[in-house]
Structure formats: structure tokens, C-alpha cells
């Protein structure tokens, strides 16, 4: 009976024992600084004491806050779109449309075009003219507000429309055009960060009436360009753009200031503008895939 008890203690210290092996410690972190507000010139010295495994650092500035750690989408910055045009030949009106979805399911073809909703939003630029059989200029149109168009969660696209009526001659036929400039982006209050180009937009051809008549993109003179090879016949001919997100972004990350096999010291950083900061540090622990952490949050002022 009582090598039994006996027995039976051991298991439960080792089963005790193992328990508090698979679990870490809280982290004992803590940090301070001797003052809450700096001169931009000046160093920030976070005095760390207590002991974590790991400890991360958001600055608070812009990409390196706490809050956008999981962020993948932002809806900061206005979708802006500016382009130039130029027509050429032909005489017929009204060819060249713009359009966008945010259905289209990446089948470029005449049933996947068919299959999405486009909404035309060529009135909101303005294109290049020319008389009937003249040749037009290059023709840039004032960067235009699209911020109205991407709806969260789902990527857009862009399509060129070219569609041309069955005509007797090339003089009375459909126009030459070519997109020069398509400039697509992200404009946040401090920076303007590019979607895409005419060249990186991923344009791909589709025809949809009249299959001697395609989009292509010029490599010399960089452009998406339509010139009809046929005008007798009725055609229609789309440039659908790759899946875009426009509102996505990469989730702000921390800088390491500890690894697990560093002595816990204190850490300095600058600041490179004046502004009102949350600064905050992430102290880990870990054991057999167990984690635990503290947080720990200052607001430092720099002038």
C-alpha cells in the first residue's frame, strides 16, 4: 500500500512537473524613459528591465504601428487614374470606352467578359480628337478621382473597349487608337504609390467579334494600341487588366530589439519627424510551442 502512494506521488510531481515544463513564464518586462517628450535631434533611450525571451518594437510611426499588425487592406489612401490618348484614321465615333469590374473571375474570354458587370467610366476622362482621317496628338487627361470605384474585400479590374461597325473602306472605318499613359494609384496623404502602368497593368486580348482585329502592347513606343486590320466586318475587342488590389497593404511588423540569446539592455532609437507617438514593445516568452506576452505601451512627444 504504500509502495502504491509512493508510486502514485511520483507520477503526479512528474505529471505537475511536466505541465509547468510545457508552459512559460509571464514575461517580468518593463520599460521607461527618463522623459516624455524629445527634440527630433535627439536620441530615445527605452530603459528595459525584467526579463522576456523575445521583445519587439513599433516605433508609432507611419508603417511601424501596433494596431496594423494584421491589417490587409487600408481604405486611406483615393484610387487616382490619369492617362493620354491618341486617335488616328478612320472616321468612325464613339469606338474606345473604359471600364471596370470588381466580379470578373479571371476568365479572359468572350463568355467571362459576358459572365461580370462592367461599368463604363469613359466620360470621366478626357481623349484625343482628330478630324476624320487626321491624325490626333498625344493627349494627357487630368489625373481623375476613382476612389468611389473599389468595394473592400474585392479586387478590381480595368477593360479597354473597342468596338467598330461594319464599314466599306478603311477611310470610313474604325479608328486607330493608343493608350499612352495609363497611371493607376494609391494616393495616401504623404505619398502617391503606384498600381499599375500601361505597361505593368497585365493587359490581355480578347475578341469578341471580328478576329482579325486584336490589342496589342507596343514594346519600342510603350503604349496599348488598337489598330484595326479589318473594317468591313462589325468587330469588338476587349484589354482586361490583371486582378488588381488597390487598397491592399503589408501588415506593419516590429523591429526585433531582443533575441532569445541576448542579454536584456536598453534600446535607443530616433525619430526622423516631430509628432506624438505610441510606442509600443511586445515581450515574449516561449516553451514547447507555448507562448506568453506582455505589452507594453509609452507615448513619447518629439519636437
Known sequence: MNKLKYTLGVLLILAVYACKKDTPDEPTFS??????????????????NGYADVIGFYSGEAGKEYRYRNRLESNEGKLHLNISTRVLYGAQTNNLSLLYSTDFDNMYTAEGIAAATWTDITNRFTYSTAAAGGLGVITPSADVDLSDLPVSGKPIYFAWRWVGQASSSAATGGRTWRIHAFNLTNKTATAAIPVATVTSA???????????????????????????????????????????????????????????????KNYKYKFSQPGTYTVTFIAKNGLNGNVKETIKELTITVK
Open 31 to 48: 520599460v521607461s524613459t527618463a522623459k516624455a517628450e524629445y527634440n527630433v535631434a535627439d536620441s530615445v533611450e527605452f530603459q528595459m
Open 202 to 264: 497585365g493587359w490581355l486580348a480578347i475578341d469578341v467579334k471580328n478576329p482579325v482585329n486584336k490589342w496589342t502592347i507596343q514594346a519600342a513606343d510603350p503604349s496599348l494600341y488598337f489598330a484595326p486590320a479589318s473594317t468591313t466586318l462589325e468587330s469588338e475587342d476587349w484589354a482586361v487588366s490583371k486582378v488588381l488590389f488597390p487598397n491592399k497593404v503589408s501588415p506593419d511588423v516590429s523591429i526585433n530589439v531582443k533575441a532569445y540569446t541576448d542579454k536584456m
